[in-house]
């Protein structure tokens, strides 16, 4: 696996939603669990969506009900769907397999969402 490669962020306004998305391998939809992770400025780096290898989702607390983990194997492609936003969001977005593997970490798309 190579680093991985995130799209789709952007500026929303409050109560917005944008799509993300991850480029992932079938081989490492099958060897790894994967989530989605952000960094807000002056934070540290904190998962917010996982998805087993068996499609298991969990999330973080805050993002419960707003965000939603996916993944299209047949287009090597993970998603997240947000919706609901708020400046709270606003972070770097980076999807990496979970527990993270620091090889992997890619330059990640930013989402600022405006008051």
């Known amino acids: 696996q190579a680093q991985f490669v995130e799209s789709g962020g952007g500026l929303v306004q409050t109560g917005g939603s944008l799509r993300l998305s991850c480029g992932v391998s079938?081989?490492?939809?099958?060897?790894?669990?994967m989530g989605w992770y952000r960094q807000a400025p002056g934070e540290q780096r904190e998962w917010v969506a996982r998805?087993?290898?068996?499609?298991?989702?969990t999330y973080k607390d805050h993002v419960k009900g707003r965000f939603t983990i996916a993944r299209d194997i047949a287009k090597n492609t993970m998603y997240l769907e947000m919706s609901s936003l708020t400046p709270e969001d606003t972070a770097v977005y980076y999807c990496?397999?979970?527990?993270?593997?620091?090889?992997?970490w890619g330059q990640g798309t930013q989402v600022t969402v405006s008051s």
């Open positions: 998805m087993t290898r068996n499609s298991i989702k």
């Open positions: 079938e081989r490492t939809f099958s060897r790894y669990d």
């Open positions: 990496n397999t979970y527990l993270p593997n620091r090889a992997f």
